[in-house]
């Protein structure tokens, strides 16, 4: 792999994704001799994205850079080159892990990569042997911080390692940040039982008074703003839906949780309060309780992002399959293609077939496990061997299924594969 240098964002020549009719065919160009499923990273996309986070940060605070930290969302990623390459960007700063194995495996570093030296863990862990790694470690437990939102957490880390055998274990304790809406009801994500700053005092004072631990940080998600997007294709009357209710839960939650915060400092010397996402970066970074933000999706770009109004994010990261079937004149298949999103089933879950235009899945069958017919005007004129570019409805899933991703890069004026750099699947791991 050559070395990732995301240092300066892409000259005008190289924004190609803003002319698909070049960008696509300039990736098959560029990627011929390797057979598909493959999976590329567009660097100079990836270098707009990761300047345009920045940008965005700096913007809602009226600065030139962020005051505010961007801590990356590791499971929005998935690749350690690449990881590496965004936090020696300034103003990108530590990493939230999605499970503690990950966290101790990105602390300890290896021949390839430096230790990363401030992990959040972004969930709260039943694993026992991961704990116990952490406890026995000076070093990982001073990089490494678990997630709490109850007193049970406390007690099934003691159960693991008593205190008084083990190193201090650094805490962040997460503040729910859905919202209970008229009509609606509640609204957002099922994670921390936290709501308000008695709640979250209330477990911060039993951190405080047990030995062992150490209240760093507070977090707290707000996925209804960060991760749904605003602007549904084809449904005006939802979609002036979400915007009332972003709008409201953006108010909601600002107060609420400035009063939390504040609570929660009154106890602890608090290092962080981390919250927002791609989706809710301008927000999250005009709220003064709020000291860092969390963003990793929208460094690859996935479709979702295609729906929210405020921002775009370059097509970084997308994948390629062969078609290698034509059942019928109209219909050409693919190998593969079933790699569904999370969340709630749903069209918006599947992969977005991107080029050649004009092309779509078939009702009865959509993107299968072994299989994808494609139908439409171009599927009559593809070939046995020829390629179709998809981009993933998230970000970090795509790394999920291949061991690396092509890195291609303007080269004399075209775009040229100049490296790979492995998945976490391509490093060996698979941590959930």
């Given at each position: ?260 915060v504040a609570a929660v400092r009154r106890i602890a010397d608090l290092e962080f309060v981390n919250g927002g ?156």
């Amino acid at each position: 792999m050559s070395d990732l240098d995301l240092s300066t964002p892409p000259a005008p020549a190289e924004r190609t994704w803003t002319t698909p009719d070049v960008f696509w065919p300039s990736l098959s160009a560029a990627t011929a001799r390797l057979d598909p499923p493959l999976a590329v990273l567009h660097l100079p996309a990836l270098r707009h994205n990761a300047h345009d986070l920045l940008r965005r940060a700096a913007g809602a605070a009226g600065t030139d850079r962020p005051t505010k930290a961007i801590r990356v969302a590791s499971k929005s990623v998935r690749v350690r080159a690449v990881m590496d390459a965004v936090l020696a960007l300034p103003g990108y700063a530590g990493v939230l892990a999605y499970t503690l194995p990950e966290a101790l495996w990105l602390a300890e570093g290896d021949a390839e990569h430096p230790p990363i030296e401030d992990v959040v863990v972004g969930y709260p862990t039943a694993d026992r042997a991961a704990i116990a790694r952490l406890a026995a470690s000076p070093e990982l437990a001073a990089r490494v911080t678990l997630m709490v939102d109850s007193v049970a957490h406390l007690d099934f880390i003691d159960a693991v390692v008593p205190p008084a055998q083990r190193e201090t274990i650094r805490l962040c304790l997460e503040l729910d940040s859905s919202w209970f809406a008229p009509v609606l009801g509640h609204v957002g994500v099922f994670r921390s039982p936290l709501h308000s700053a008695a709640a979250v005092r209330t477990v911060a004072e039993e951190i405080a008074r047990r030995p062992g631990f150490a209240l760093v940080g507070m977090m707290g998600y707000e996925a209804q703003i960060a991760g749904q997007g605003d602007n549904p294709p084809g449904k005006p009357a939802w979609g002036a839906t979400l915007r009332w209710m972003q709008k409201n839960s953006r108010d909601e939650l600002l107060g609420r949780r400035g009063e939390a915060v504040a609570a929660v400092r009154r106890i602890a010397d608090l290092e962080f309060v981390n919250g927002g996402g791609t989706g809710s970066i301008e927000f999250t970074a005009s709220d003064e309780s709020v000291t860092e933000i969390a963003a990793g999706s929208g460094l690859f770009g996935g479709h979702l992002f295609d729906t929210y109004r405020a921002f775009h994010p370059a097509p970084a990261a997308s994948f390629a399959l062969s078609v290698v079937r034509r059942p019928n004149a109209g219909t050409a298949t693919l190998l593969g293609g079933g790699w569904i999103a999370s969340g709630p089933p749903g069209p918006d879950r599947m992969p977005k077939v991107e080029w050649p235009t004009g092309l779509s899945m078939v009702a009865r069958e959509m993107a299968g496990e072994v299989q994808t017919p494609l139908t439409g005007a171009a599927a009559g004129v593809l070939r046995i061997g020829d390629r179709v570019w998809l981009r993933h409805t998230k970000s970090g899933e795509l790394s999920e299924h291949v061991d690396g991703f092509q890195l291609v890069d303007t080269v004399d004026g075209r775009a040229r594969v100049v490296g790979e750099a492995a998945t976490y699947r391509g490093d060996g791991k698979v941590f959930l």
